[in-house]
Nanobody, 125 residues
Framework: QVQLVESGGGLVQPGGSLRLSCADSGFTLEHYAVGWFRQAPGKEREGVSCIKSGGIYKYYAEPVKGRFQISRDNAKKTVYLQMNSLQEEDTAVYYC??????????????????WGQGTQVTVSS
């Protein structure tokens, strides 16, 4: 069973960087695609990025393309989201969740499950 825990959030100035981690305390993360989502105050949760189980195929939402990079280390049962050139609009609670490889490209929330508790990212001067 997958049990996800996000970490790495914090307060950063515009233009700064953070690296989020999504760790699995269960045993099977390597069999799943993993997606990152975010929810800003007063807004719906939105897909940010997804990586297939093998770590080669990666997908990004338009607002983060060229700034965020997703990666995974299956031996460590961890997925990372490197966030660069952060903007105030990136402020949100960030969540990770799992899905099948087939559903990964669309980063569509209803396709994902086993959600973590989230980690807060605040971009502010």
């Amino acid at each position: 069973q997958v049990q996800l825990v996000e970490s790495g959030g914090g307060l950063v100035q515009p233009g700064g960087s953070l690296r989020l981690s999504c760790a699995d305390s269960g045993f099977t993360l390597e069999h799943y695609a993993v997606g990152w989502f975010r929810q800003a105050p007063g807004k719906e949760r939105e897909g940010v990025s997804c990586i297939k189980s093998g770590g080669i195929y990666k997908y990004y939402a338009e607002p983060v393309k060229g700034r965020f990079q997703i990666s995974r280390d299956n031996a460590k049962k961890t997925v990372y989201l490197q966030m660069n050139s952060l903007q105030e609009e990136d402020t949100a609670v960030y969540y990770c969740a799992v899905s099948s490889d087939e559903r990964c490209p669309w980063i569509y929330e209803p396709d994902f499950g086993s959600w973590g508790q989230g980690t807060q990212v605040t971009v502010s001067s």
